[in-house]
């Protein structure tokens, strides 16, 4: 003889199934996928704003950089005139 417990396990899944239990479980799942890949997206798109601004901030730098450089060795020039 069976276990009522079974049966009820048993009486429960068919039912699940039999009311579309399983397509439920489906589209709650590819309801995340898609939840996931959305963020993924959007943290690509992100990163690449990040990294356009790296880039920008770094060019703008060196930039500085030469220009300090250009201005140091000019006031070397007028230092070795006044001197």
Avoid at 16 to 34: E, M, T
């Amino acid at each position: 003889m069976s276990d009522p417990k079974n049966r009820d396990k048993d009486a429960f899944c068919k039912h699940w199934l039999r009311d579309g239990g399983l397509q439920w479980l489906f589209d709650r799942r590819q309801g995340l996928v898609n939840l996931k890949n959305s963020r993924i997206a959007d943290l690509e798109k992100e990163l690449e704003n990040r990294e356009r601004w790296y880039a920008d901030i770094s060019r703008e730098l060196n930039e500085k950089t030469k220009h300090i450089a250009e201005l140091e060795s000019s006031l070397e020039k007028v230092r070795e005139l006044v001197a």
